[in-house]
């Protein structure tokens, strides 16, 4: 059984190295130097906001500051906060003329509270001409001023209707330093970004941080309305996007950063539980077939090795040391990228592990009836769309 074990493993990750892509070379990157476009096309960024008073501020700064030669604006949608994140994004823009800060309506049952607001920002953004991108961010993420223009210039030089990039997550705290990288790195995994970004390939992706996408393909692809009820609505986006015949591009950012804190493993864990049944359909085969893949892939082979003394099978172990040693050297591009040592990645079975764990408590959470839970408003988990109860 553990040399069967070990074999699968193993099997896994030449599978998973030499066949998939190259996902875990990290490499798709924004060129530094770009052509300029004849022309500048106009932007509108649209920021929705719910309860983001601790870093509005610093986001709308960076945001009206951008260096960008053409006609740009800011909407901040706020999604009915209670702390003050409207006055904080006017205080924080008080001399710009680029930003609006408009108020969502009401949250529209079959919407996803996000989405919503994003839908709000793209009908005010859209009340006249309307721009010819939009430019979709977060709240906590904080851009340098030359981003926006990097960004145009990748879509405008290489036809891409949708460029989008995986910024930098804080890797501050101890639970950060060992489970962000390794989300990254599981992420690229799901989502290949050379398949993404190959036009003949069926993946679709994006990083919901960092979305220019081209006005013209959203409306093509349905506009949010095709996927409103999405909680995954980055990769729902990108799918819809190139699906209808729309180019895409992600890849990981240099600069832009998120400033969201997690100082202890609950917002971290909260995170992956909202939204990992839904990547699996909300299957409980999928998710036992999930699970029995974390630990044949991540587990088994360090066990093998671990566990030699015991069992006495040396090819068993063998393989395992191979195996473990393919995974760190696979997980090593994303560690330096973070800052962190190549030999932490022998330590990525410990962070599936504690994956595994969230997207267990994910179904559990789901079969509850407590699954999409943000923000005070739980969503319908069979279809991750319709809410069914808010709070403050």
């Not at 906001?49 to 740009?72: D, K, P, S």
């Not at 509270?113 to 709000?120: E, F, H, P, R």
């Not at 030699?308 to 050297?329: E, I, N, S, V």
Request: proline share 5%; charged share 15%; net charge neutral.
């Amino acid at each position: 059984m553990i040399a069967l074990a070990a074999f699968f493993g193993f099997a896994a990750w030449v599978y998973l190295i030499f066949f998939h892509r190259d996902f875990w070379r990290a490499d798709q990157r924004l060129p530094r130097g770009f052509t300029l476009p004849s022309t500048w096309p106009s932007v509108v960024a649209v920021v929705p906001a719910r309860n983001e008073a601790e870093t509005i501020g610093a986001v709308v700064a960076a945001l009206v500051n951008q260096n960008y030669a053409g006609a740009f604006r800011v909407v901040v949608v706020d999604d009915a906060s209670a702390d003050g994140t409207a006055n904080l994004a006017r205080t924080a823009a008080s001399t710009s003329t680029r930003l609006d800060v408009i108020a969502a309506p009401p949250l529209v049952s079959g919407w996803t509270g996000k989405l919503w607001a994003l839908n709000t920002g793209l009908t005010h953004a859209t009340q006249n001409d309307g721009p010819e991108f939009f430019w979709l961010t977060d709240a906590d993420i904080v851009h340098p001023p030359e981003t926006l223009s990097r960004l145009v210039a990748k879509a405008a030089t290489d036809g891409r209707d949708l460029v989008s990039l995986m910024v930098r997550l804080r890797c501050e705290s101890f639970w950060e330093r060992r489970l962000i990288p390794a989300f990254i790195f599981f992420f690229q995994m799901l989502y290949p970004f050379p398949a993404a970004n190959d036009d003949r390939a069926k993946t679709a992706a994006a990083a919901g941080g960092c979305v220019l996408v081209r006005r013209t393909a959203l409306e093509k692809g349905g506009g949010l309305d095709a996927f409103k009820g999405n909680i995954i609505d980055d990769c729902a986006l990108a799918a819809a996007v190139k699906g209808a015949g729309g180019k895409l591009w992600v890849g990981l950012a240099d600069a832009s950063h998120s400033l969201r804190r997690c100082e202890t493993l609950e917002p971290l864990w909260d995170m992956v539980r909202r939204t990992a049944f839904t990547q699996l359909n909300h299957s409980f085969v999928m998710l036992f077939l999930t699970l029995l893949g974390l630990f044949l892939a991540f587990l088994a082979p360090p066990l093998a090795v671990l566990t030699a003394p015991w069992h006495g099978d040396g090819f068993a172990a063998l393989a395992g040391l191979w195996t473990w040693g393919g995974m760190a050297y696979a997980y090593a591009p994303t560690l330096r990228d973070y800052g962190r040592s190549p030999w932490e990645g022998l330590l990525l079975p410990l962070a599936a592990l504690l994956y595994a764990g969230m997207t267990f408590d994910s179904g559990v959470a789901h079969w509850r009836q407590r699954g999409g839970h943000w923000k005070g408003r739980n969503y319908n988990p069979s279809s991750s769309a319709g809410n069914l109860s808010e709070s403050p």
